[in-house]
């Protein structure tokens, strides 16, 4: 049974940090990120890892970093802005299919 937890959500202000993390199990990921939705809006690759490197929206280069340890993937997100407001979805492939996490919210705001 694969699951993905995640965790690290919450209210920021403008300007401040907020640290995502993504506990993966019942598999082998051989890709594991971030997406996000924000209210009325399509779904949006934040930030990707592989084994080959990382890829990121232009929207948040330079301010958004992930990593991954293990089957852990962590979104370390700096300079937040309002328009970073959404719910954030861990993704990971595994061996036979795609797998999502059940979302947390960032909520950027003064």
């Known amino acids: 049974q694969v699951q993905l937890v995640e965790s690290g959500g919450g209210l920021v202000q403008p300007g401040g940090s907020l640290r995502l993390s993504c506990a993966a199990s019942g598999s082998i990921f051989s890709i594991m990120g971030w997406y996000r939705q924000a209210p009325g809006k399509e779904r949006e690759m934040v930030a990707l890892?592989?084994?080959?490197g990382t890829n990121y929206a232009d929207s948040v280069k330079g301010r958004f970093t992930i990593s991954r340890a293990e089957n852990t993937v962590y979104l370390q997100m700096n300079s937040l802005k309002p328009e970073d407001t959404a719910v954030y979805f861990c993704?990971?492939?595994?061996?036979?299919?795609?797998?999502w996490g059940q979302g947390t919210q960032v909520t950027v705001s003064s």
């Open positions: 890892i592989t084994s080959r």
């Open positions: 993704y990971a492939t595994g061996a036979t299919a795609n797998y």
